[in-house]
Every structure is written in structure tokens, then in C-alpha cells.
């Protein structure tokens, strides 16, 4: 899969934080299970002085950049000991002199998934879910996989299955696309979930839900029946709820290895990826999450 068109294969932005390295582990088994390279990139900021009558000096900019190398080979040294032998990825690096979310963004025109912590290092790097993580999950130009620094408190993690939400607008279907190709490298089972929206159905005047969900059911199932005939190795469970999406997102994620979602769904009562709902999903979930992003 790998190409002029993603020549860096996965990319993961790393800064040395606990969430990072997870990130760095979680895309180098990724990239294993793709096929593809990894390359890692670390951003340097070029500091700024708060006072223009105290210019820094040379050995700050040295002093960055050096730090900035020795993160890069950290996380080159975490990707290659995630990768069991036989499996091994090509790991290459590189130290940008630039603002993260714009960098990461340009990168990604060329990457086939943009990977990255939850969250970085220290008070002003605590900001990296807001303004990194989150900025980039909104302007990416492929999908962006979010990794907290967290273990899945599950017995065996490795045969939990992949969640996806549904609900059948352009960024649903591309989550469905990623979350059936996701199942079938892991040999793991799909949820695919379809819940309702933030308005109480059951208490509409005259909402007959028994028949609703029957035909959401019906709706749902085939939405996934090409899916299925592409990956027939992939057990899928459809899943209808009348309750918030996001709810029952984070309630079932629990059970899951990977989450994947749209980046924004489709209004009225079937809007099932709204922006909110992806957030309140990047923001709650313990496990990885995946953001489909178009290209």
C-alpha cells in the first residue's frame, strides 16, 4: 500500500511523553500488521524570548535540538523493541524546526495514518490534547489515530474486537472501511454500533421504537453486507441503541481493542458522528481511537 502518495507510511508526532511512547508503540505494530514503514518526526519550536533586552543565546537552540534527537532515538528504540523479529518495520526519523500542528498536518498529505498521544509533557505540553491532538484530528488530510498512555484493563486485549460507529454519512462509511480493515489484519470480531442521538426517541409522540429499531436494524445490516462479502473472515455483531451515541461509544469501548470514528456525521435524528460525539469519544476512551479523516 505504500507509495508516492504515502511515502512515509505511518507517521508518528512524538515529544518523549508517556502518551507519545504508548503512540509510538501502538503505530510500530501498526505499521507491522500494514506492511508499511514507520517514520517518526519530533518538532522543535524555535524559543522566543519574553524579553527583547535578553536575547537568547546560541547554546538554547543547540541545547533544543539536542533534546530533540535524543526523543527522536528514544522513540526509534520503542518502535523497534514493539516489533517482534520476524516482523520487523523500517523505522526512519526526522527533527522539524517548526510549529507541530501545521507540520504534522502538512505531513499527513503523504502519510496512510497520522498517529499521536493524547497528550504531551509538562503544563504547556498538557495543552497537546486540545490543541495538538485535537487540532490535528480536525485538519488532517488522513486518518489520525490518538493513543493514551494507558493499559486496557481486559483479559486478553489482544482478541477484544474492533468498535465502530455507524450511521451512514460519508465519514461513517470511511470509519466502516477503516474498522473492517482494522478487524481483519487483528482476526478479531466488529461491533458495529448504531445508536440514536441526543433526543429521547422512545419519548416522541406517537415513536413506535420496537418498529423503528427493527428497521435500523434492517438498515444497518445492509450497509455492512458488501463490507462482509469483501471480509468474510471478519465476524461482525450489528449493534442498535436507543440511547446517546456517545454513551454507548464509550460504555462499549471498554470491551474493545480499537475505536474507530467519523470525524462528523450527519445531522437530525440519525446523526450518529457529530463532532461532539467524536470528541467525547477522543476525550473519555482509554483505548486507541481512530479518526477517519478523507483524504
Known amino acids: ?6 511515502r512515509y507510511g505511518i507517521l508518528a508526532g512524538v515529544d518523549g511523553s508517556p502518551a507519545s511512547n504508548a503512540a509510538v508503540c501502538w ?3 501498526e505499521a507491522a500488521l500494514r506492511h508499511v514503514p514507520l517514520t ?9 524570548p519574553m ?8 547554546g538554547v537552540s543547540a541545547w533544543e535540538e539536542g533534546e530533540g534527537r535524543r526523543v527522536l532515538e528514544q522513540a526509534v528504540k520503542i518502535a ?15 527533527l522539524r524546526c517548526s510549529p507541530p500542528v501545521p507540520t504534522l498536518v502538512d505531513m499527513s498529505e503523504d502519510a496512510e495514518l497520522l498517529v499521536v ?3 504531551g509533557r509538562g503544563t504547556v505540553a498538557r495543552a497537546l490534547l486540545g490543541s495538538v491532538s485535537s487540532n490535528v484530528v480536525r485538519s488532517a488530510h488522513c486518518p489520525v489515530a490518538v493513543v493514551r498512555d494507558e493499559d486496557p484493563l481486559m483479559p486478553h486485549p489482544a482478541q477484544a474486537p474492533v468498535l465502530v460507529g455507524v450511521d451512514g454519512s460519508p465519514a461513517s ?14 482476526g478479531v470480531d466488529l461491533q458495529a454500533l448504531h445508536a440514536w442521538s441526543d433526543v429521547q426517541v422512545y419519548e416522541l409522540p406517537g415513536m413506535d421504537w420496537a418498529t423503528v429499531k427493527e428497521e435500523a436494524e434492517l438498515s444497518l445490516a445492509e450497509r455492512l453486507a458488501g463490507w462482509q462479502e469483501c471480509y468474510p473472515d471478519v465476524t461482525v455483531h450489528r449493534l442498535v441503541e436507543c440511547d446517546r451515541p456517545a454513551r454507548q461509544l464509550i460504555e462499549k469501548a471498554e470491551g474493545a481493542q480499537l475505536v474507530v470514528v467519523g470525524s462528523h456525521g450527519r445531522g437530525g435524528l440519525t446523526g450518529m458522528l457529530l463532532g461532539s460525539v467524536s470528541n467525547a469519544v477522543l476525550h473519555s476512551v482509554r483505548m486507541p481511537v ?6
Open 1 to 6: 500500500m505504500s507509495g508516492p502518495a504515502n
Open 27 to 29: 503505530a510500530a505494530r
Open 40 to 48: 517518526v518526526v519530533h518538532m522543535v519550536n524555535a524559543a522566543v
Open 51 to 58: 524579553y527583547p533586552q535578553f536575547p537568547l543565546s546560541s
Open 80 to 94: 523497534e523493541d514493539a516489533v517482534p523479529t520476524d516482523r520487523k518495520v523500517a523505522v526512519s526519523s526526522e
Open 117 to 119: 498521544g493524547s497528550h
Open 173 to 186: 462509511e470511511l470509519a466502516v472501511t477503516i474498522a473492517f480493515d482494522e478487524a481483519s489484519r487483528r
Open 290 to 295: 481512530i479518526v477517519a479523516r478523507p483524504r
